[in-house]
């Protein structure tokens, strides 16, 4: 059962524009949310994170949202560049107190081309 | 520039063999996780150390596979015997401590190919 989900394997967007990537969670002790970028035959590289006490985290491009009640999280990226194609996954962490943080559970991952 | 080194890049083998796979975590990281990419299933973890103990392995197969920490310096990855649906790419990531998600640095990744 996944407990991070993202629906859309692929998407492809015109340089300039938004990206919207989109990820649903299942798990509601996840209290901290992470995305990372994957470039082929590289690991995945941290790209902005956000805790479940804020709703938006910003930097420079890229803007991740996270709707609790929805238990939803989307990055935005404006402007899109063709340097931005990559996979990119969604990550969250729960904490479970006494027990210890659970390490980071990953969505499948969505394939962003930025076509110029 | 810190990285992680994960060895070797490739491995091709026969249905049945011992794979072993290495990480060499980033001097200073107190955590190391082991993931396996897969098309269908997208980042799973397979194991979680801390200070060279397991937290948790519980995304492992017990019966094929382990994980251990031999030194600060080095973890592996021991698939004993392989199966073709083992064939994924299997990455090491190191981390300063469970906590300190932005540290955490992840390995080009181990490809293997079970026939």
């Known amino acids: 059962d996944q407990q991070v989900k993202q629906n859309s394997p692929s998407l492809s967007v015109q340089e300039g524009r938004i990206s919207i990537l989109n990820c649903d969670y299942t798990?509601?002790?996840?209290?901290?949310f992470l995305w990372y970028k994957k470039y082929p035959a590289e690991g995945p590289t941290f790209l902005i994170s956000?805790?479940?006490?804020?709703d938006k985290n910003e930097d420079g491009r890229f803007t991740v949202f996270l709707n609790k009640s929805a238990k939803h999280l989307s990055l935005h990226i404006v402007p899109s560049q063709p340097g931005d194609s990559a996979v990119y996954f969604c990550a969250a962490s729960a904490n479970f107190g006494g027990a210890g943080r659970r390490a980071l559970t990953f969505g499948s991952g969505t394939r962003l081309q930025v076509q110029p | 520039d810190a990285r992680v080194t994960q060895t070797p890049r490739h491995k091709v083998t026969e249905m049945g063999q011992e794979v072993t796979m290495r990480c060499q975590p980033i001097?200073?990281?107190?955590?190391v996780f082991w993931y396996r990419q897969t098309m269908m299933q997208g980042l799973e973890l397979l194991a979680y150390f801390r200070n060279r103990a397991p937290l948790d392995d519980s995304g492992m197969p017990k019966d094929r596979f382990s994980a251990e920490m031999p030194d600060a310096t080095l973890a592996t990855l021991k698939i004993q015997p392989s199966e073709p649906r083992d064939s994924a790419v299997y990455f090491c990531?190191?981390?300063?401590?469970?906590?300190?998600?932005?540290?955490?640095?992840f390995g080009s990744g181990t490809r293997l190919t079970v026939v």
């Open positions: 798990n509601s002790m996840f209290d901290y």
């Open positions: 001097l200073g990281h107190n955590t």
């Open positions: 956000i805790s479940s006490i804020k």
């Open positions: 990531a190191s981390g300063l401590d469970p906590d300190n998600f932005e540290s955490y640095t």
